[in-house]
């Protein structure tokens, strides 16, 4: 889980957002999307230590593109990416579901109803990757069953409200807020409900475990890994990724069952595994994952593996 942060950031007026956001749910689909890559070319040119992140994480992950106009590029595709994705969930409420299943397309849902099936719950992880928010959208549509996300409680409070508010009202998500412990997942899970986690932040020091990430140790949250094991279920893995424009593509995986060993061997297998799915897909979609993050900040001579939750 991600440790708790204070809500002691900015405070953006409601108006204010609600003014962004019905800006682009008045444009055409497309012209909001050129909004929103205008937006990332924006942010990326106001954040210079983000870019700057970003560009040293790519060059350690992708040797080869360091120093290249490619890599620049690279940069940019990224800020773009996430502009195109702030555009996409502010316009929630005018995608109809005629929309969204022309333009999502979905593969492996029957590994949901297998998991149903069985009684134990869903206990799902994704990354920021792709547009997650959308995936969860265009599931609820074909699954009866509550969806429930697990997120980072945002530092402005007026943005956190907003956007959990427009997750439930027009993602058709429930929000559970990580720094509040891992009992309402155990709940839901034995309720046979649903539950969707991210797994692709850094963990800060007794937090996780260090598992292989581009070649890097990146210390990973091993609670996911960790309720999985305690209740006898697999992970599924649920990634989203952008295809062209306005069409994206969700998959759904194969469950990843727990290991059949010693719960701490078992917690960083089952969380390597995890790391390595995020991987593979990031791979085949470099400019559609959050480089700007920290994913490395965490390094093994500073994390204990003492149990978490």
């Not at 969860?136 to 697990?150: E, F, G």
Request: hydrophobic letters at 40%; glycine letters at 6%.
């Amino acid at each position: 889980m991600i440790r708790n942060r204070n809500s002691d950031g900015t405070h953006i007026p409601r108006f204010l957002l609600n003014l962004v956001a019905k800006t682009f749910q008045i444009l055409p689909h497309r012209k909001a999307l050129a909004l929103g890559r205008g937006t990332g070319d924006v942010i990326r040119r106001i954040l210079p230590k983000k870019v700057e992140l970003a560009r040293r994480n790519l060059e350690m992950a992708y040797p080869d593109l360091a120093g290249t106009p490619e890599l620049e590029q690279r940069v940019q595709d990224v800020f773009r990416h996430f502009g195109m994705m702030g555009a996409e969930f502010l316009r929630f409420p005018v995608l109809t579901e005629a929309w969204l299943r022309e333009h999502v397309q979905v593969s492996g849902l029957e590994h949901v109803f297998s998991l149903l099936e069985q009684g134990k719950g869903v206990l799902a992880f994704s990354a920021h990757f792709g547009n997650w928010e959308l995936a969860i959208k265009r599931l609820a549509l074909d699954i009866p069953v509550q969806i429930h996300v697990v997120i980072r409680r945002i530092k402005d409070p007026n943005v956190h409200r907003f956007i959990e508010e427009y997750r439930e009202r027009y993602g058709g998500a429930v929000s559970i807020l990580q720094d509040q412990g891992p009992l309402s997942i155990f709940r839901l899970l034995k309720k046979n409900g649903i539950v969707v986690t991210v797994l692709d932040q850094n963990a800060g020091k007794g937090e996780g475990v260090f598992t292989p990430y581009f070649g890097r140790p990146a210390c990973t949250y091993s609670s996911v890994a960790r309720i999985a094991i305690r209740q006898n279920i697999p992970l599924l893995p649920v990634f989203d990724a952008r295809t062209d424009l306005e069409n994206h593509q969700v998959v759904l995986g194969a469950p990843i069952p727990p290991p059949d060993l010693p719960e701490e061997r078992s917690i960083q297998m089952l969380t390597e595994a995890c790391t390595e799915k995020i991987e593979e897909m990031v791979r085949k979609h470099p400019s559609q994952w959050i480089w700007m993050h920290n994913r490395w900040k965490t390094k093994p001579d500073e994390v204990s593996t003492d149990p978490v939750g």
